[in-house]
């Protein structure tokens, strides 16, 4: 949701540091994508104080610390809005011109994420997010991410054997990738049963994530944070909505395809109906 920010930024200013606030493995992970410089601990001591306001006799609030970070032109955060303690303390602390942008829209927002980022950038005076190119595709097996971040968004496991059957009967090489969430929740017997069948993954981290998708060749998954990477990078990307609305939520990139139906079979016939696509893309060098 900060790969529209952070291009723009860059296209703005092609020889600016962009060095992005955030937990560390996040942090890694834009840096390996290219959206980034570096990255900084959001989580330390010295930062996590700006979620406070303490005020002092005088109505200011007290001095707080000074990251190394904080001393910069420009500071843009997704974590204020400018009348909260995290605001009051930033403008304290810096001397940064100080802006504020919402990477996810609010529940009851009906623009697209596009759109939504759109008229942000263009409040800011940046220019449109330029999509990155297609990549390169690797030589390695086209992923299938069963999971998702909440259960009513996946597609039932039988249903993406059969999709990863027909992947691999047209020839292409085909691996599952499960979160720390999947091989908690499958049971032995169904993981036992899945890797019988195919490769299977085990992801745990956004590096590996990347490393994953560095030799991959196309991506396929429900609704998720996965889905959004491999579509910021540029693999060919397929994502799945059994629940959610696809025109708000489609994953940001140059080669992506979304399908939605009504129930999971319709679903399962839509996806099949782009395995053509997918397979082509992923071809193309």
Known sequence: MLAPLLRSLQARWPRCRRTVVMRAEFGRMLVRMKLAEAWADGDSVDHARWFAWHETGSGQGELVPVPEWANCD?????????????????????????????????????????????????ALHLPPDPIPPARATGTGPIILAPGAGSRHKCLPITHFIALAREVRESGHQVAFMLGPVEWEKFSSVEIADLRNKFNIYKCETPDHLLDLFESSVGFIGNDSGPGHVAAAIGLPTLTLFSAGDPRQWSPIGPRVRVVAGPTADSLLLAAKNQLPWLLAEGQQA
């Open 74 to 122: 420009l500071l843009i955060s997704a974590v204020g809005n400018g009348e909260d303690a995290w605001s009051k303390n930033a403008h304290l602390a810096s001397d940064a011109e100080i802006h504020f942008f919402q990477p996810r829209p609010l529940s009851e927002n009906v623009l697209s994420v596009p759109e939504f980022h759109r008229r942000q950038l263009v």
